[in-house]
Nanobody
Framework: QVQLVESGGGLVQAGGPLSLSCTPS????????MGWFRQAPGKEREFVAG???????NYGNSVKGRFTISRDNAKNAVFLQMNSLNVGDTAVYYC?????????????????WGQGTQVTVSS
């Protein structure tokens, strides 16, 4: 079973930037769509951003204009650049991969998940 491995989480002050990375445990793994979700304590896991191999993207409303998703198709790596972070962005961030060939914000359409990386924004 392919594992997705996230890195880059940590503690950051409000207003600051932070970037996350995600790579698969198998180099040959290549999914049509990759994305990021997040889950804050006591809340549902919510969609953050998704990207296709062709670099089409979609974003959750709460992060539009602040977060940017990108990917390296050669490595099947996906990245999340987060700017203007606020306390409300504090959550565990999960990398996900979908074998379905279109963008979706639906958690159920993603087949592979990482273990998550904690992002904490301090005021």
């Amino acid at each position: 079973q392919v594992q997705l491995v996230e890195s880059g989480g940590g503690l950051v002050q409000a207003g600051g930037p932070l970037s996350l990375s995600c790579t698969p445990s198998e180099r040959t793994f290549n999914s049509p769509v990759m994305g990021w979700f997040r889950q804050a304590p006591g809340k549902e896991r919510e969609f953050v951003a998704g990207i296709t191999r062709g670099a089409a993207t979609n974003y959750g409303n709460s992060v539009k204009g602040r977060f940017t998703i990108s990917r390296d198709n050669a490595k099947n790596a996906v990245f999340l650049q987060m700017n203007s972070l606020n306390v409300g962005d504090t959550a565990v961030y999960y990398c996900a991969a979908s074998t379905i060939g279109f963008l979706s914000s639906s958690r159920g359409l993603y087949d592979y998940w990482g273990q998550g990386t904690q992002v904490t924004v301090s005021s």
